[in-house]
């Protein structure tokens, strides 16, 4: 609201100049409202351009810096540090209608329903409720979650730490492999969402869609799985995760039975 941003823009505005030059914006926004210093710079660049971006200007643009969505994005970086939710919980994430974009999510939320993805890499910090993917191709996610459900996706590679057996249904193409990400406070985040970094359903898939003969899903292989570690300019944490590497080992465990799906 109004009030809100007015507070935002007082607090930022160090120079109490009337404008948010670029270095407020990264030092307000960045360090302290864990927005990515990309999407800063994109914004101050598109609405700032010359002396700065007024009260005026941010009112009528935040939504593009809203910071439970993400969408309408291209050729895009976008990031959410931790803390970026402000330790709330019951946060519900949106993302839809990226193309070609890394979007990295790095803080705790309840829930995460990603739409409409193209050629995106994805990282989704850990959601204590649940993530559904619908309708994305050519994908790549890293993803932690308590239950995980994709619909309607083709051509897309999943690494996947979840506490009950992934559920695909409409959907052609897919890979899947544990969870292979860092970054600063992740395994801090596996705690507070109560998350077992041993308990990992990852391979338990189950295909609504699935005919004999005729498999969906398949196994990353080894040498194709990658390891997505996400560090932040001018944080002192050094990225890290509770989850053990991938192995050939684990790649070839047989898949664990939940009595929760």
Not at 27 to 53: R, S
Not at 191 to 196: Q, S, V
Request: contains cysteine.
């Amino acid at each position: 609201n109004n009030k809100e941003l007015d507070r935002v823009f007082a607090e930022a505005n160090t120079d109490h100049n009337d404008v948010l030059s670029l270095d407020e914006m990264l030092a307000y926004m960045g360090d302290y409202l864990g927005y990515g210093d990309a999407e800063i710079v994109a914004f101050h660049g598109a609405h700032g351009a010359g002396a700065g971006v007024t009260l005026d200007l941010l009112k009528r643009h935040y939504r593009e810096l809203n910071p439970y969505n993400i969408e309408d994005k291209m050729h895009r970086l976008v990031v959410r540090k931790p803390g970026a939710f402000g330790g709330l919980s019951g946060v519900d994430m949106h993302i839809e209608k990226c193309t070609h974009c890394t979007l990295l999510v790095c803080d705790r939320m309840e829930q995460a329903l990603v739409d409409e993805l193209k050629d995106c890499r994805v990282l989704i910090g850990p959601c204590s409720a649940s993530v559904h993917l619908r309708n994305c191709d050519g994908c790549d996610f890293w993803v932690a979650t308590r239950q995980f459900r994709v619909t309607e996706c083709t051509n897309c590679r999943f690494y996947v730490h979840c506490h009950t057996e992934p559920v695909i249904d409409g959907s052609s193409g897919l890979r899947f492999a544990p969870l292979a990400a860092e970054y600063p406070g992740l395994s801090e985040h596996f705690e507070d969402a109560k998350f077992d970094p041993s308990k990992n359903f990852w391979n338990a898939v189950y295909d609504f869609s699935g005919k004999p003969r005729e498999a969906n899903w398949r196994i990353q292989p080894l040498d194709e799985c990658e390891t997505l570690v996400v560090s932040f300019n001018r944080s002192e944490q050094a990225p890290d995760s509770p989850a053990p590497p991938i192995t050939q080992e684990a790649l070839l465990a047989p898949p664990l039975t939940s009595e929760e799906s």
